[in-house]
């Protein structure tokens, strides 16, 4: 008598990673993209490698559609919020934006990770959520530079920040926090407070009161080719514990905004206790 084996595990296949060097015959080390959670930069190609600045003109067409009233299902609010911004330069502003974001992060990278002698340079430390890898094979992270138990004794929180906290406390980058890929609560405290000061204090990015979001952009370029009437994420408002429907979420202030996919909206209702607005 021959016995089959019928269990099907669970797996997911990646995207292809450039190999770069093996230490023995089963460690293969591989350079792999990684997604940092919880914060959203101004794009520097989309859609694809098209960059934002080519949607300068459509982008305008569309600003004035939006404010003559071309697409009803969007919500006067939202409408508003988005046409005041899509002016002539909307695309190369987004574009601008985001390399000034990626310098930005450069510098802290190379202020940061800079190891006591500045001879060399730190490992980075790395923390995942549940849900490792996203849909395009990116490793989903907080990333910090990597202290030994001795530095983190001497340093506070605040000082051992993570990146994607940095970003946000100094206005690189919007806040785009998403069920269930939340900060630990003590970080998330000091996340949501990070937020609010740069964005009463006009930091960064906030400077400018045309700066669309990376996820507002990709939005108006999605509404623009015709892949979207409206926004796809619910927003939970972290401080109310209301959770509005996808295109109310300016409703929220920013560092209140917790994002749910529509996937996940029962279970964050479960989770967290959230209730319809």
Partial sequence: MSFTLAFQPKARTLDAYKLTRITDGDTPFVEMPIRILSID????????????????????????????????????????????????????????????STLEYQRMLDERMKTPSGRGTRKLFLRSPEEVFEGHGRMLAYAAPSYDAAERAAMTLHERRTFNLQLVEEGWAAPFILYPSLPKAADLALFRDAVRAARVGRKGHHADPKTL???????????????????????????????YPPSSYLAVKEEDRLFVWPRDVQKAKAALGLVGA
């Avoid at 939006?66 to 299902?73: L, M």
């Avoid at 979001?213 to 209301?242: I, N």
């Fill in 213 to 243: 979001t990376g996820y507002e952009f990709r939005f108006c370029v999605k509404l623009l080719r015709g892949e979207a009437e409206l926004p796809e994420r619910s927003c939970a408002d972290m401080r109310s514990g209301k959770l």
């Fill in 41 to 100: 930069t101004p794009e520097v190609h989309y859609p694809g490698t098209s960059k934002p600045s080519a949607h300068d003109a459509a982008l305008f067409e569309l600003g004035k559609a939006i404010a003559w009233g071309k697409h009803p299902k969007l919500p006067r609010l939202l409408g508003k919020h988005l046409a005041d911004r899509l002016d002539a330069r909307a695309g190369t502003r987004q574009l601008r934006q985001g390399e000034r």
